[in-house]
């Protein structure tokens, strides 16, 4: 298994896939791990996390580094990522207990009440876009609840995984209670199947989605998935368009365009329509790609080859099928996986650009003519991540955000961004079950009823 610099096309690193034999010892060492971990207070185990907080504080400039040349994150980007790694295991640090504490109920019993135990060692296959926050988001919550972990990493982000196992172990975590493992997609139904495996969590794909809900499925297993997303973003008639312009370019190039929750589809009603593409398409042109070291950089190179390759056949795919190439679109000579800010008009139901997932800094654009077609447009799709709608009218948008637009998160007048106070996830083809905040860390505990008479 290698891992590729995306900017040169140069290998990294070779390692070894494991075989299954080592991975069952580290599924039943981690078990062994868990079961004294569990005994431990909130407060003890807060001081771990806040040890592991520190750590990536302190690293947080070769953890970019790391980042930049695994998967081509801009490097200000890293350092940012470590920092909200960090930020979640001070959050759930703080708040664990509290959202853990027994939930007292009426009923006929002299005492009855909620109590929250932890399921055991949980697996979480993670992909390479934000290859620490991803991991940590789950990490944090499920550390502090009690549970073990293991981590199956994107092949092209083994060095990271690495790096996260070192940074939890010299923070003092029990080596056998969190542990990276080396192996292939193919090779995971086994480790998925495995009885010490408690619960399964997955961000990636909907298709990687379907395979491992229905592998965990086989043996029972609860599972978490946060999978793809194409989120409408909606202008509307009152919005600022210079604040909506310069918010929508922003997320859509986030992480060079390769984020779930980055803005995919902008439905804008006719009469503002040509206002915000110009402004819109002025910010996007001054938009930097290049090499993620250098400063000044927005956009760094697609995280694979293939990667990028995909992202240009959906492009030509929907030119071809009427959209309007209004900037970008080309695929550069060169080495790197590198892939212009490209913008496309006149897009329309049927095409990759409308139906698809684009995972790279590719904006699509819709005219619609009302509130009414841009909301039934925002809505016709698969997905259900996150969306946001632009207003000046707060309350109206606040109700279309709330009862109208059908999505895990909806925001106003802003992006779509991950905050460790606040429940993340989708519906639809975007998976189920929801990370962070409270109703993360009690996704892989079991509500257990304890009735006293």
């Not at 891992?3 to 580290?26: Q, R």
């Not at 959209?323 to 000579?333: F, Q, R, S």
Request: charged share 30%.
């Amino acid at each position: 298994m290698k891992t590729i610099n995306p900017a040169t096309g140069k290998t990294l690193n070779e390692y070894d896939e494991m075989e299954f034999g080592e991975i069952e010892s580290i599924i039943e060492k981690a078990n062994q791990a868990q079961e004294d971990w569990q005994s431990k207070t909130f407060d003890e185990r807060g001081q771990y996390l806040r040890k592991i907080a520190e750590l990536l504080k302190d690293r947080k400039h070769e953890l970019a580094e790391l980042m930049a040349k695994e998967m081509g994150k801009p490097l200000s980007q890293g350092v940012g990522e470590a920092e909200k790694c960090a930020w979640v295991c001070e959050y759930y640090a703080e708040n664990a207990e509290a959202f853990l504490e027994d939930d007292v109920r009426e009923s006929d019993a002299s005492k009855s009440y909620v109590t929250f135990n932890p399921l055991g060692v949980v697996l979480a296959i993670m992909p390479w876009n934000f290859p620490f926050w991803q991991l940590f988001r789950f990490a944090a919550p499920a550390l502090m609840a009690g549970n073990g972990a293991i981590l199956k990493h994107s092949s092209n982000t083994t060095g990271s995984a690495l790096e996260i196992e070192k940074i939890i172990h010299d923070a003092g975590v029990p080596e056998e209670l969190f542990r990276t493992i080396v192996r292939d997609n193919s090779g995971m139904k086994e480790v998925i199947q495995h009885p010490g495996i408690a619960a399964v969590t997955l961000t990636g794909s909907t298709r990687a989605g379907k395979i491992v809900a229905s592998q965990a499925g086989e043996s029972l297993k609860k599972t978490v998935l946060e999978l793809g997303g194409s989120d409408p973003y909606v202008v509307l008639d009152d919005a600022d368009i210079k604040q909506t312009a310069e918010t929508c370019a922003t997320s859509r190039l986030i992480n060079s365009g390769q984020s779930c929750i980055a803005a995919k589809r902008f439905i804008v009603t006719e009469k503002v329509y040509d206002e915000f593409t110009e402004a819109f398409t002025e910010i996007m042109k001054g938009k930097k790609v290049g090499d993620p070291f250098e400063e000044g950089t927005d956009v760094g190179p697609q995280a694979r080859a293939d990667l990028r390759d995909e992202l240009h056949e959906q492009v030509q795919k929907s030119v071809k099928m009427g959209a309007k190439l209004t900037l970008g679109g080309e695929k550069p000579e060169g080495e790197g996986a590198y892939y212009p800010v490209t913008i496309l008009e006149n897009v329309s139901s049927g095409m990759p650009a409308y139906e698809e997932e684009l995972f790279g800094p590719v904006a699509a654009i819709i005219k619609v003519k009302n509130e009414e077609e841009a909301i039934r447009v925002a809505n016709d799709t698969d997905f259900g991540l996150g969306a946001a709608v632009f207003s000046e009218d707060i309350e109206k948008a606040e109700d279309i955000a709330a009862n109208k637009l059908e999505a895990g998160c909806c925001f106003v007048n802003e992006f779509v961004k991950s905050d460790p106070r606040l429940p993340f996830g989708g519906i639809k083809q975007s998976g189920y079950g929801r990370e962070l905040s409270l109703y993360g860390i009690r996704e892989f505990v079991n509500a257990k009823t304890v009735y006293v008479k």
